[in-house]
């Protein structure tokens, strides 16, 4: 860039600058913060007050402390390593320095580190066009950047620690971008002598609000909570609860075709979210589009737990969840075969329900659709660094104090694989901007956060995720070992591209797993995006590849590539499987009262 365009660029910035703040406005905007401060102090001092605080940030705070120890103990060993990168990362900033001076000087001068292209951090054309923010953002890089080749070039560092440190550099670079700060912003800072610093007023109420609502810690809001209702603007598709237990509520969903297929569907949604992800909104409900091929569809919504709920294992939810459904729904329609879905969790545990009818010659499940699930973990994904020894003991100490696993654990964790996304983002447009969440359906149901009972949690994070039972044959339920190759009953498995909770490869193995035929699919985008993609919106491809045999990649590079929806090439597969069709069914069957209309009570339940 030349001195003339650096020169327009200051201007461009300094026009905001030039039109100088109230002054007076600005101090007493500045007075109002101090008070709102006070608000977010006595909010986060309420719980402790009361001796309710929740517990665990020193456990995580201590975990990433040691591991980023090991790290560096692997460089402490080798003293040349460590000048060799203390010189590569100096010798970045001298060039970064060089460039800034021959800029300064007007010549037209290459970045020494640009942003990814799918950064959104750095989109305003300041952090560019303006000398001072764009040094600020190149030495952000360098530095971070850095920070990342460390790990990875540490040596003797097992998968597991090297993962972990990945993921809390990736955590400690998100928290420290310039970006997130308003002396280091250019957008903040010219919003702020704009508006007068009214937008850090606002954003400090919505912050104390926040620390309030997360019972004295920050729960971010993604979403105007306010524009939703659950079973008003959303979860709308029309329904009854026709059976209730301890652990579900079970919702039979009303016709909307004068025939029906005669095999009803059971979906068995993850009990770590609320169910209604697959009924969001009429347009892009997959429950509600079921019902319009003329499905007679059942849908667990599983009880927000608390400390009643504390014993409740996997077994209970196979038994009082699952096993119960298929009891109900046999007295609804008179059906003793169903096809059923399991969604993430859901579907691991409806594997290893299917595994165990496999074992004692239950034939109620006729075919099983799987989506985004692990049966199999050896490729667990990001969530992998979560879970070790020392991890879970500490979460089984935790939830032995309560019961349970606070909501807010589970919710912090996804959003922390996707920090600059879900967490920075809407720091800076709330608490920075002072700008409220424009109402998005998905982040509102990402908020409605669940616990998850004590039992349950450590059987599924010991038996999947640590030792990877079930696709072993190692695992024991109801005094059954088990084994998925048992399980001959055809198979629809859906994988998401871009999934980072249950990654496609993780789920090209699972296929594997099971012995009869399997229907292996992949759908473009991610582990929501990709399985909530509606025919009327062609935003994503699926793809179809036969059997899964050799690596998924080698799959997927022979894979035929659809475009659209995968939903009705689902439901083709699942029609040809029992094509009959009876008169449509209404929910009860006229056999059983229904206690309340869809969605439920269970859902409404906050964490």
């Not at 950064?119 to 040094?135: L, V, Y």
């Not at 001959?488 to 496609?504: F, G, M, S």
Request: glycine share 8%; charged share 25%.
């Amino acid at each position: 860039m030349n001195r003339h365009a650096d020169d327009k660029a200051k201007k461009t910035f300094g026009s905001a600058e030039a039109a100088a703040p109230d002054f007076d406005q600005f101090a007493q905007n500045m007075s109002r913060l101090v008070e709102e401060y006070g608000k977010v102090t006595a909010a986060y001092l309420k719980p402790i007050e009361r001796g309710v605080a929740k517990t665990g940030q020193a456990d995580e705070a201590s975990d990433m402390v040691k591991t980023l120890g090991r790290v560096a103990e692997r460089w402490v060993n080798d003293p040349a390593k460590i000048i060799e990168a203390q010189a590569s990362l100096v010798g970045d900033f001298m060039s970064l320095w060089t460039a800034s001076l021959k800029r300064a000087g007007g010549e037209e001068v290459a970045p020494v580190a640009e942003p990814d292209k799918r950064d959104n951090r750095f989109k305003d054309p300041d952090w560019t066009n303006h000398p001072t923010f764009d040094f600020i953002k190149q030495a952000y890089l360098i530095g971070s950047r850095w920070a990342e080749t460390m790990v990875e070039k540490a040596d003797d560092l097992d998968p597991h620690t090297r993962n972990k440190a990945r993921f809390y550099i990736k955590q400690i670079a998100g928290a420290l971008s310039p970006t997130n700060f308003l002396a280091t912003n250019p957008e903040l800072l010219r919003e702020t002598l704009q508006q007068n610093g009214e937008n850090l007023v606002r954003g400090m109420k919505m912050f104390a609000e926040d620390v309030e609502s997360g019972g004295g810690e920050l729960k971010i809001r993604q979403s105007d909570a306010g524009a939703f209702e659950v079973g008003v603007n959303i979860a709308t598709t029309p329904g009854k609860v026709i059976f209730r237990d301890e652990i579900m509520e079970l919702i039979q969903y009303a016709p909307a075709t004068p025939q029906v297929l005669k095999r009803p569907l059971l979906i068995v949604p993850p009990w770590i979210n609320k169910f209604y992800v697959l009924d969001l909104n009429a347009e892009k409900s997959f429950i509600r589009w079921c019902v319009e091929q003329g499905l007679t569809v059942f849908c667990i919504s599983w009880v927000n737990p608390d400390a009643r709920h504390a014993a409740k294992d996997f077994e209970s939810y196979m038994r009082e969840g699952i096993f119960a459904a298929l009891d109900v729904i046999e007295q609804a329609t008179g059906e003793k075969k169903v096809a059923a879905i399991g969604y993430c969790v859901g579907g691991t545990l409806l594997g290893v329900t299917l595994a165990y009818m496999a074992a004692i010659g239950d034939k109620r499940i006729d075919s099983a659709t799987f989506f985004t699930t692990q049966v199999d973990f050896s490729q667990a994904g990001e969530l992998s660094v979560f879970v070790d020894e020392e991890q879970i003991r500490s979460v089984e100490e935790q939830m032995a104090r309560t019961g349970y696993l606070d909501g807010s654990r589970m919710s912090g964790a996804f959003n922390m694989l996707r920090p600059n996304d879900l967490i920075w983002s809407y720091a800076i447009n709330n608490y920075l901007k002072g700008k409220t969440p424009t109402a998005f359906d998905l982040l509102y149901w990402n908020s409605d956060s669940t616990r998850m009972p004590a039992a349950n949690h450590s059987f599924y994070l010991r038996n999947c995720y640590l030792d990877n039972k079930l696709s072993k044959g190692e695992m024991v339920m109801g005094g059954k070992a088990l084994d998925l190759k048992k399980v001959k009953i055809p198979v629809y498995n859906l994988a998401t591209r871009e999934d980072h909770i249950a990654p496609a490869p993780s789920v090209f193995i699972g296929s594997q797993c099971f012995g009869g035929p399997v229907e292996h699919v992949v759908s473009g985008s991610g582990h929501i995006a990709g399985v909530v993609n509606p025919p009327s919106k062609v935003k994503y491809q699926y793809w179809t590849g036969g059997p899964t045999k050799g690596t998924y990649e080698a799959w997927l590079e022979n894979a035929q590539e659809h475009p659209g929806s995968w939903w009705p090439h689902w439901f083709a597969w699942l029609e040809a499987q029992a094509p009959k069709k009876v008169a449509a069914r209404e929910p009860g069957g006229g056999k059983l009262e229904p206690l309340a209309d869809a969605p439920g009570t269970y859902v409404k339940a906050k964490a």
